[in-house]
């Protein structure tokens, strides 16, 4: 009944209107139809039998029928309810479905998984990397994250300091863990197929306190408020969202050995990760902290 149910367009038109379907644009929904992107996407989370992995907007399951014959647990996290329900009934008990927006929904889960991927819709891919890497336990147990996403964001994500690209989500994704293009997957592996190119994206979570992790996303947010003003303007900012004195502030920065004069785009982000060392160390209020 399933069979080539994900590599065809036509099958998934007719599969999407028998079950009274529709993609959501606001959701920004498209299929993976080419098996060798699938294949590829796998190979790069590489799962094996005894893991248990994440899978965060599975669609119709194309990438969840290769994860539930290679992984030991398969938890799917799906927003649009009439694809939890075709899910349902092409994989039954073989795998676990947590419904609502995968931002929210990750945070709630108790149990912890060793890999995580997904296609990630468009609209709410940097969110939902963001809940997953400012997670208060998921950076430090999972060993790898695998995401297609738009190239544009791809390249943020690996963006370094001194790059038009380079942004707080560089900042998060650079201190929480090492992430890698794989490589590019053309409008054409999807349907409906994007106006963008779209890329692999490969994370290797890196072990960094809790604590230090979320007060270097809020330093790096806050300086890049006001990316054209330098450091020394844009301290009260930061001050404002720690609950501190700009001098105090100041002060911290430059313990950090970050020149007041430079820019948030020309601080490598280990001075950031210094920063919010400097700033944790000196008893920052953390009330501010936001994770969207």
Same mark, same amino acid.
């Given at each position: 009944?399933?069979?080539?149910?994900?590599? !065809? =367009?036509?099958?998934?038109?007719?599969?999407?209107?028998?079950?009274? #379907?529709?993609?959501?644009?606001? *959701?920004?929904?498209?299929?993976?139809?080419? =098996?060798?992107?699938?294949?590829?996407?796998?190979?790069?989370?590489?799962?094996?039998?005894?893991?248990?992995? *994440? %899978?965060?907007?599975?669609?119709?399951?194309?990438?969840?029928?290769? @994860?539930?014959?290679?992984?030991?647990?398969?938890? /799917?996290?799906?927003?649009?309810?009439? #694809?939890?329900?075709?899910?349902?009934? &092409?994989?039954?008990?073989?795998?676990?479905?947590?419904?609502?927006?995968?931002?929210?929904?990750?945070?709630?889960?108790?149990?912890? =998984?060793?890999?995580?991927?997904?296609?990630?819709?468009?609209?709410?891919?940097?969110?939902?990397?963001?809940? #997953?890497?400012?997670?208060?336990?998921?950076?430090?147990?999972?060993?790898?994250?695998?995401?297609?996403?738009?190239?544009?964001?791809?390249?943020?994500?690996?963006?370094?300091?001194?790059?038009?690209?380079?942004? =707080?989500?560089?900042?998060?994704?650079?201190?929480?863990?090492?992430?890698?293009?794989?490589?590019?997957?053309?409008?054409?592996?999807?349907?409906?197929?994007?106006?963008? /190119?779209?890329?692999?994206?490969? @994370?290797?979570?890196?072990?960094?306190?809790?604590?230090?992790?979320?007060?270097?996303? /809020?330093?790096? &947010?806050?300086?890049?408020?006001?990316?054209?003003?330098?450091?020394?303007?844009?301290?009260?900012?930061?001050?404002?969202? #720690?609950?501190? %004195?700009?001098?105090?502030?100041?002060?911290?920065?430059?313990?950090?050995?970050?020149?007041?004069?430079?820019?948030?785009?020309?601080?490598?982000?280990?001075?950031?990760?210094?920063?919010?060392?400097?700033?944790? !160390?000196?008893?920052?209020?953390?009330? %501010?902290?936001?994770?969207?």
């Amino acid at each position: 009944m399933f069979d080539g149910i994900d590599d !065809a =367009p036509r099958r998934i038109r007719e599969l999407l209107d028998s079950n009274g #379907l529709s993609l959501k644009k606001r *959701w920004g929904q498209n299929f993976m139809i080419s =098996p060798s992107a699938r294949e590829r996407v796998v190979d790069e989370l590489d799962p094996q039998p005894h893991e248990r992995v *994440w %899978e965060i907007g599975p669609g119709l399951g194309g990438i969840t029928a290769l @994860l539930t014959a290679r992984a030991g647990r398969v938890v /799917v996290f799906e927003v649009d309810h009439g #694809l939890i329900r075709f899910l349902e009934r &092409r994989f039954g008990d073989r795998i676990t479905i947590v419904a609502g927006d995968a931002a929210r929904t990750v945070g709630e889960r108790s149990d912890e =998984p060793v890999r995580i991927v997904g296609n990630l819709p468009y609209r709410s891919a940097a969110a939902i990397i963001s809940a #997953l890497l400012e997670h208060p336990r998921l950076p430090a147990g999972v060993t790898r994250m695998v995401f297609t996403v738009q190239r544009e964001m791809a390249v943020r994500m690996v963006a370094r300091h001194g790059s038009s690209d380079y942004s =707080p989500f560089s900042v998060l994704c650079r201190i929480a863990s090492e992430p890698r293009i794989v490589g590019d997957v053309s409008p054409g592996s999807f349907y409906p197929a994007p106006q963008v /190119v779209s890329s692999i994206v490969s @994370l290797e979570p890196q072990p960094v306190d809790l604590a230090v992790r979320r007060l270097c996303s /809020v330093c790096a &947010r806050s300086l890049f408020a006001q990316r054209r003003k330098t450091i020394g303007n844009t301290a009260r900012v930061l001050a404002a969202a #720690l609950g501190r %004195e700009p001098d105090s502030v100041r002060a911290a920065i430059q313990a950090a050995g970050i020149d007041l004069r430079s820019r948030a785009e020309e601080i490598p982000v280990e001075q950031y990760l210094r920063l919010a060392s400097v700033l944790s !160390a000196a008893g920052s209020s953390d009330r %501010e902290f936001y994770s969207g």
